[in-house]
């Protein structure tokens, strides 16, 4: 009964490949050790230290009778490609290679997709990824030049992007390489990525741009189409349209009819990605209704799936994300850093006041929630209260997460949420910076007794790395946080995170998009507590601040 079944290939044995007429004087050659002494052993040497400083030279990896003539290693040259993450991977470089760039050391994103389908909420999220990894990113927005260039107003209104009007074709074209030949010129500059933001909706547009950048051996290229099949959010989509620089001071009603009728002439000749694409290997993701449904086709090179792997990651849902820094704990009341030390009588006053404010708050959105969605539905009046107080109570107990780091000041700041109403967990990422040898001093301790450690930090403060056992950088943290970003993104639930000083910046740095400059200096003081609210448009915040003679907090 079993006579069909399929067998599996079998690893060839070094006696098999006399079958595949494999020279039989190559295979102990491969087979032999290759010995340090051997290798040098023909060689006359000038003078006696000569045979010692060549032996202590690194062996090639390739043996000399392997090796490419020189006209071919030209084009085989070893490249530093793959892993590369700024300030915590160093890759060692030659006199030769450091003439040579990188492989993959660049990447330019093309955006394709109709207007009003959610491009500049993608790049404008990426972007703010991409930098917040200290990758340097920017967007190149089409439209942004097409609005300044000598093309009259009057004739950027629906016609300028009718597919049949040659000659407004003709002057989009050369809108879109002059956009891209700033972009390349801004990478050779010292540019990471950089984000083509445009419709690009035509495989003779992408094929203009592609053909270009294949002239620059050191970018590669990865298209991002965004797909949007969701006609309600299509609508308000439209309506923020109005608001853009193409319609500032126009009639809404007119406004709206022209962007209309803009997108059914993009319609008309729209190619999404797809045949011609796959067929020349080209690298490309597929966004359906901002992430719900994704489509990778041939992705490589470590920038192209550090975007992938976001991308796959965020949602729309309305959701709040609370932020503060632990209560004080005696270590703050004595200046020292670093350690694991307990909270101090007003850190735990706090930490009581804490839970009673999330808990108002988390009320107030859950009404806020019930009022928007009773708006929309179409409820008789009777009920209308009745029904509004279903709906609130369904936000209330709806899924709220509390994160804390795993050290003691941490914790104990959450010991007053009740873990049956909340889903709290301790996570060693959520860890403040590791100062290394100076755990446990006072600034003015490491000043005295580290001065050079001092000035180093005090000057880069970004990349400098404590010294000692588990020493970290801000670069540090910020790779140890990432996977808490993409949570962020992903997550549907509000959720408040208690966490320390370093750690809240460089939250709060990705969330409101603070530059690498302003980060590690933005003040984040002790019993403040922030909320954000993630939007399409971007995010909103507010802050409020622990007042202890009160016992409350007041917003400013």
């Given amino acids: 009964m079993f006579h069909n079944r399929k067998k599996l290939p079998m690893v060839k044995v070094e006696k098999d490949l006399d079958d595949d007429k494999l020279p039989k004087r190559v295979l102990p050659v491969l087979g032999a050790p290759i010995s340090p002494i051997d290798h040098f052993e023909d060689i006359s040497y000038e003078s006696p230290g000569e045979e010692e400083s060549i032996i202590d030279q690194p062996l090639s990896a390739v ?9 071919e290693s030209k084009h085989r040259a070893r490249h530093s490609i793959g892993l590369d993450v700024p300030g915590a991977v160093h890759t060692i470089m030659t006199q030769k290679l450091q003439s040579e760039k990188p492989m993959d050391s660049k990447l330019v994103v093309i955006m394709v997709g109709l207007p009003a389908r959610g491009k500049s909420y993608l790049v404008k999220k990426l972007r703010r990824y991409l930098n917040w990894l200290q990758y340097e990113t920017k967007v190149f927005n089409v439209g942004n030049l097409r609005r300044v260039c000598e093309v009259p107003a009057q ?47 035509t495989i003779e547009r992408r094929q203009l741009l592609i053909d270009r950048l294949e002239r620059e051996p050191e970018i590669r290229v990865l298209l991002i189409e965004s797909v949007c099949t969701d006609q309600t959010m299509l609508e308000r989509n439209f309506i923020l349209k109005l608001s853009g620089p193409d319609y500032k001071n126009r009639d809404p009603v007119e406004a709206l009819a022209d962007f209309r009728s803009r997108v059914a002439n993009y319609e008309k000749a729209y190619q999404p990605i797809g045949d011609w694409e796959e067929e020349r290997d080209i690298q490309f993701c597929k966004l359906i209704n901002v992430g719900k449904k994704v489509i990778a086709y041939n992705i490589s ?44 009588e007003k850190g735990r006053k706090f930490s009581k006041a804490l839970a009673k404010f999330v808990q108002l708050q988390r009320i107030r959105f859950a009404c806020e929630l019930a009022a928007k969605e009773t708006e929309v539905e179409d409820t008789d009046d009777t009920n209308l209260a009745a029904v509004a107080l279903e709906k609130t109570a369904l936000f209330c107990n709806s899924q709220f997460t509390v994160w804390t780091s795993m050290l003691e000041r941490s914790m104990q ?35 005295q007794t580290h001065p050079e450690e001092y000035k180093a930090r005090q000057n880069n403060k970004l990349f400098y790395r404590y010294p000692g056992m588990g020493g970290e950088s801000y670069i540090d943290v910020i790779h140890r946080l990432q996977p808490m970003i993409i949570e962020l993104e992903r ?5 408040l995170i208690i966490t320390h000083r370093v750690v809240m910046r460089i939250l709060l740095g990705y969330l409101l998009d603070w530059t690498r400059e302003e980060m590690p200096h933005m003040m984040v003081p002790i019993h403040t507590v922030y909320e954000l609210r993630p939007k399409p448009y971007g995010t909103e915040l507010k802050k409020w601040q622990y007042i202890e003679e009160t016992d409350t907090f007041e917003e400013f």
């Fill in 301 to 344: 090179g470590y920038l192209s799936g550090q975007c992938i792997f976001y991308l796959m990651n965020f949602n729309l849902e309305e959701r709040q994300i609370f932020l503060t820094r632990h209560g004080e704990s005696e270590d703050n009341v004595t200046g020292r850093i670093g350690g694991d030390a307990p909270l101090s």
């Fill in 491 to 495: 997550m549907t639930q509000s959720c």
């Fill in 63 to 71: 043996p000399s009778w392997l090796k490419l003539n020189s006209e």
């Fill in 413 to 447: 700041t959450a010991e007053a949420f009740d873990p049956e109403d909340y889903d709290i967990k301790h996570i060693r990422f959520l860890n403040e910076i590791n100062s290394g040898i100076c755990e446990g001093m006072t600034y003015e301790e490491i000043q």
């Fill in 155 to 201: 004739d950027q209104s629906a016609s300028f992007f009718d597919p049949n009007n040659q000659d407004m074709k003709q002057i989009r074209d050369e809108i879109a390489l002059s956009v891209l030949e700033q972009l390349i010129d801004w990478l050779k500059q010292g540019g990471r990525v950089a984000i083509h933001d445009a419709t690009n909706s």
